[in-house]
């Protein structure tokens, strides 16, 4: 796989914790920051690299021990 995209241009990078979208939404949700970015500040969409990681609910805690966003038990 050849990419076009090349780390000495890179303006930022966007690391994303998400879990449970699917493809299309991924690649309009990259669309979407992709044109935002590119509209104010103005960087080129070549520029920007987006990272998902997917995570489930129950790998996160705010605090007291509990997995707030996991509903099953």
Known sequence: MRWSYSQANASGVLNLLMNGKSPDAKLGMYRAIVDR????????????????????????SFGNGEAQLFKGK
């Open 37 to 60: 970015l590119g509209r104010d500040p103005g960087v080129r969409p070549e520029d920007v690299l987006i990272s998902v990681v997917e995570t489930g609910a129950e790998n996160w």
